[in-house]
C-alpha cells in the first residue's frame, strides 16, 4: 500500500456505453482536487493513448463540461479494441508504457472496461510491479453486457436494460395494432451472456412485453423455435413478439447468426455472406415457414448509447465507481477492481469494494441456468429481482433546442 | 352546418405514431362532456370496426385511463390499413356503414390517419351526403412522414423528428470512438417524402450530426453515393455518417432497396429476396467498396413508437386536433380536416383551422426542393427553422418501477 504522488491516466477501452462518461466525470473531478495527483490525463483511444503519447490534459477542461460527461454517451476520449500480448511473449508494449509512465511521472493508471480491458489491466499492473515501478493500478468495471465476475452488476447494464425494456413495451404496442397475424424479432446485444436479452423480461412485468425470450445460455434449436412461434401465434390471435440475444449458438456451439448465413450461401453456391444480423436471418427463416409479415429488428448501437433513457442508479453508480477508483487508488490500493456488492432485501442498497483484477480478467458471467424456464422461452422473477433497482430514475443531458446538451472537451494534448 | 345529436364514431387508421392516442385522448375526453354526444365509440381497427360492429363503449372507461392515452404510443384502438373502393364501383362497404351509424345513430364519425385514411374520411363524408344522412364526418391528421397537403405539419412527426435526431446524435458519438474508419448507415422512414430523414439535420446543428442526408426528393445514384461517402471519409479521419430515407429512389424511380435487392438476385440467380432493408444493402454495397467496417442501422419501428422521447408540442397539439374535431363537428362542420398554420416569426404559433377533406385525400407533400442542398446530400437551414419548434419540450407517460405506465382500456363492447 503505497500513497504516491505523481500524475494520473485514466483510459476507456471496448464498447462504449451510455455510462462509461459517468465514470470519467467520477475520476476526473475527484482526481483534480486530489494534492497527491499532479496531473490527470486522458488517454486518446486507451491504452493506444498511452502508447502514442496522445494524452488530454483534463485540467484545462472547463469543469462544467467534466459533470455534463455524467450524461453524455460513448467514450468521450476515444476507445479501443486492443489486446495487449503476455510480457512473456513480446515485451514491446510495455517497454513503451513504461517508457511514456517515466516521462509524465504516471503514478495512477486506470482502465475502464470489460474483461478484456481487465486482462490489459492487469498484465499492465503485473508488468509495473514485476519491473519495481511504483503506480497504483485500479480497473472500473464497465459493460452492457454484465458479463463481468465478482460484481453484482456492471455499470452500463442498467441503462442499456432500462433502454430495452421501455422499447420493447413500445415495439410491443406497435406490433399488435393491425388484426392480423405478425411476427415480430427483436435482437438484442450480450454476446455469450443473455443479461441483455432477459432484460425483455422487464416489459413483460408492465403487460407489454415478449412471448418468447431466448438467450446464448440455452442452446437454440430451430426447429424448436417454429414450434414456440406457432404456438404462441395460435394461442395469440396471430402475435408472437420475439427477443433473441446476438450470442444464441446451436448445440454444437455455433452461432445461429452464421448457421442461418451459411444455409443461404449453401443454397446460392456463391459464398455471399447474410445481409443483416440475426434478426434478419430469423425473420427470413420465420417467414418461409409462416404465412404472415415477420419483421425482424436489430436494436443495434441504440441500446448502448440511448443515454436519453439512462437509468439514475447506473449514472450515479458509474459516477461513483469512477471516484472510489482515485479514493483507494490514492489510499495505496493497487491492482485491483471497483466491483459492486448488492443487497436488495428491504430495499436496494449498493456498496463498492475490492477485488484483485485478475479475477476479473477474461472471466464471462453468464446467467445462472435455473433463472430460465418455459423450457428456455423465458426468465423468471429471480432476474426481475436482480435487474429491477438497475434500471431506477431518470438521468439525462440537459435539453438545449430540445435536443440534449452533450459534453464539450478542449481535448488540449499535454 | 347541423347540429346534431347523436353517437360519436372514432377510429383510427394506417401506421400508428407516438401520439395517436393522444388524438384520441383529445376526442375522447372533450366528446363524453358534450351533451348533444349520446354515446361515444371507438372503432376497433379503424373502418374494419364499423363493418365489423366491434365499436368500444368509451365512457365504460376510467377518466385517468384516458388522459393517459396522451403519452401511450401505438393506436390504442387497433389500426387498419383498409381502402374504401369507390361508392361507384362497389358499394357494398358504404351500404353496411350507413346500417350500423343507422342502427347507433352516429351522427359524428372522426377518422384519424393520413393521406389513404382522409381519402376513407372523404369518400364516406360525400356517401352520406348524398344519401342524405346527417352526419358530421371530420378527419384528424395524423403521420409520422408529415407528407399530408395542406397543414403546415402532422401529428406524430414532431416526436419521431425528436426521436430520430436524439438518436442520431448518440449513433454520431458511438460511431466515432475508434480510431479507424468506420461507415454508419442509418435508414429512416418517410416513404416518398424526406421529411424525416431531413431530421436528421436537426443533430447536425448539434455538433453531432450526420454527414450525408438523402432524401427521396432528389434521385439517388449508386455511384454518386461511393464519391460522396469517399469524400467525407478522407476529410473526416475515415468516419462517416449517413442518414438515408427508405424511399429514395433511382433516376428512373426505382427503390434503390429494389435495386440492390435485384442486383444480388441476378448475381446468384435463386432469386433471393435481400434480407434486412435498404441500411443492409447499402451497407453492402459499401463494404464492397471500401476497406473499412460498414454498419447498417435501421431506426425501424422505434422511430415511431418511441413516445419516451415524444415532444410535447406534438403531444399538445395532437390532443388539440382531437378536441378541435369535437368543438367544429358539435358547431355543425362536415367534410373537413383540422389542420395548422403556423408562424414561426417572433416565437412559434400555432393555431387549428379547417380545410375541405378532399384536398387531403391522396396528396403528398414533399420536402421544397431548394430546401435541398450540398447537391442533394443535406438540408439547408430553412428545414431547421421549421422543424425545430416541432420538437420543442418533453411530455411522456408517468414512470412505474422505472417504466412508462401507459394506459390500459377495458375495450368493452358496446
Redesign the interface.
Known sequence: MKNLKGALIFGQSGG?TSVINASAAGVFTEALKNKNITAVYGA??GI?GVLDEKLYDMSKEDKKELMLLKN????AL????YKLKSAEVDETDYIRILEVFKKYNVRYFFYNGGNDSMDTCNKISKYLIKNGYDCNVIGVPKTVDNDLFGTDHCPGFGSAA?YI???I???S???????KGQITIIEIMGRNAGWLAASAS??N????GADLIYLPEIPFCLDKFLKDVKRVTEANNGKCIVAVSEGVKDKDGNYISEVLSNA?KA????G?????GLS??L??FASKNFNMKV????L???Q??????A?AVDVEEAFLAGQTAVRVATSGETDKIVVFKCCREKGYKCTVELMDVALAANTEKTVPLEWIINDGTMVSEEFVKYA?PL????SKAP????????A?LKKILA
Open positions: 462504449p486518446a483511444h493506444k453524455t454517451p460513448s467514450s476515444g476507445s479501443v479494441r432500462k425494456a421501455t422499447t413495451m413500445e415495439l404496442l406497435d406490433a399488435r395494432v393491425y388484426d422487464l416489459a412485468m408492465k403487460g407489454h443461404n443454397k446460392d453456391g456463391f455471399h455472406t447474410q445481409l443483416g434478419a436471418g425473420a427470413d419483421r425482424g429488428i436489430e443495434s448501437l441504440m448502448r448509447c440511448g443515454a436519453h433513457l437509468s429491477l434500471i431506477q430514475g431518470e435539453l438545449e433546442d430540445g435536443l440534449p446538451r452533450f464539450k
